[in-house]
């Protein structure tokens, strides 16, 4: 249920209002906006059969949420959600300005790392990607450098202040992970991993959801609900392709998937084209697609030599590609209303991120 607050509500009406509606067995979620407040009351059926008879007293209007997902839904929250990461929550995602992710697929080793952390900056990507943990098809192919990457991805953190985004795998690592990470990808072959997303839920970590290769946009947003739902704000949206017939392309970028939730969701989108188009020639055009119909940033793979990446090779842009790619961008932004974030010249200081567990009641 959705309870818009009318404009000249008090704060003892608000106080008042929450603590009858969680009497209910409720939750409430406000959500205070520029020109209006919310009141979001999710919960069982009775319990919001309960919320409706209530007197609302300093209420404008009154809303069921028709959607499946609540937390995830447009409706709750007063103006879209930005969603801030790294050192000093120094990265927004969602905000005016695209938000650029890239690196390697998987951390290789320091050097190459720093190297393509240092040219993706200086081409005005935000956050640094690199897989530590690899969910690879081949029980046989690179699984990733484990503990050893997270290491390099932190210390790479601290020379150049990228935030870093790197992937968990299994609910048992997501501490381990996020002691490293500023931001923890959940990967398409885990969206519907519950356990994990119940585990990503209770960290202090934003989390990038990728939709799974055969998920629905609803499926989607009802992943990003089991993360809300455990207290976790910070969910970025992320449309990587999904299968289809064709195999022209590695995956089908959906691109009316992103501006289906645009409209769906107060939660950043971002997209892959990468992994989409699973070929080094169409991440430019697909990556000004996205842009286009409205991605609030990208995630793309970059490496210093892309033909010996030890996964995903084809899809791998050099640095110098990259820098085309974000020139390319630039004006389809603009075109849209929106800009790209500038790129950050000086280092930030070395703060490795303390991992804190939220406290649930
Ligand atoms: C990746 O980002 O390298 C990756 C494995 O992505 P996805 O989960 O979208 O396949
Ligand atoms: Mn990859």
């Given at each position: 249920m959705i309870l818009v607050m009318s404009p000249r509500h008090t704060d003892a009406e608000l106080d008042d209002l929450r603590e009858r509606v969680e009497r209910t067995g409720a939750r409430t979620v406000v959500s205070r906006g520029a020109g209006r407040t919310i009141v979001g009351c999710v919960g069982d059926h009775d319990a919001l059969e309960s919320v409706a008879r209530l007197a609302l007293t300093g209420v404008e209007s009154a809303t069921p949420i028709r959607t499946p997902y609540k937390l995830a839904a447009r409706g709750i929250a007063a103006d879209r959600s930005v969603v801030r990461a790294g050192p000093g929550a120094g990265v927004a995602i969602g905000a005016h300005a695209l938000a650029v992710i890239a690196g390697p697929c998987s951390v290789e080793g320091r050097d190459m790392l720093h190297t393509t952390a240092r040219a993706v900056r200086s081409s005005g990507a935000v956050m640094l990607?690199?897989?530590?943990?690899?969910?690879?098809?081949?029980?046989y192919a690179f699984q990733g450098l484990?503990?050893?990457?997270?290491?390099?991805?932190?210390?790479?953190?601290?020379?150049?202040?990228?935030?870093?985004?790197?992937?968990?795998?299994?609910?048992?690592?997501?501490?381990?992970?996020?002691?490293?990470?500023?931001?923890?990808?959940?990967?398409?072959?885990?969206?519907?991993?519950?356990?994990?997303?119940?585990?990503?839920?209770?960290?202090?970590?934003?989390?990038?959801?990728?939709?799974?290769m055969s998920c629905t946009v609803t499926e989607l947003l009802l992943a990003a609900e089991y993360v809300l739902a455990q207290g976790n704000p910070d969910v970025i949206l992320c449309e990587r392709g999904i299968r289809t017939f064709d195999t022209v392309t590695r995956n089908c970028l959906d691109v009316g998937a992103i501006a289906a939730l645009k409209a769906e969701t107060h939660l950043p989108v971002i997209a892959d084209p990468s992994h989409a188009a699973g070929r080094a020639d169409l991440v430019l055009?697909?990556?000004?697609?996205?842009?286009?119909?409205?991605?609030?940033?990208?995630?793309?793979?970059?490496?210093?030599?892309?033909?010996?990446?030890?996964?995903?090779?084809?899809?791998?842009?050099?640095?110098?590609?990259?820098?085309?790619?974000?020139?390319?961008?630039?004006?389809?932004?603009?075109?849209?209303?929106?800009?790209?974030?500038?790129?950050?010249?000086?280092?930030?200081?070395?703060?490795?991120?303390?991992?804190?567990?939220?406290?649930?009641?």
């Open positions: 990607r690199g897989g530590a943990f690899k969910p690879r098809s081949s029980p484990g503990v050893e990457a997270l290491e390099m991805l932190a210390e790479v953190r601290a020379v150049t202040g990228m935030p870093i985004v790197t992937e968990v795998l299994d609910p048992r690592q997501v501490d381990l992970v996020a002691a490293h990470a500023d931001v923890l990808q959940i990967g398409a072959r885990n969206m519907q991993n519950f356990a994990l997303l119940a585990e990503v839920g209770r960290v202090r970590r934003p989390v990038l959801l990728k939709r799974g055009p697909l990556a000004c697609a996205a842009v286009a119909v409205g991605a609030d940033g990208l995630i793309v793979e970059v490496h210093p030599e892309p033909a010996r990446a030890r996964s995903d090779a084809d899809q791998t842009l050099t640095p110098h590609q990259f820098a085309e790619l974000m020139a390319a961008i630039a004006p389809v932004a603009r075109a849209v209303g929106r800009a790209l974030s500038e790129p950050r010249a000086a280092a930030l200081p070395s703060a490795e991120p303390t991992h804190c567990r939220r406290a649930h009641a």
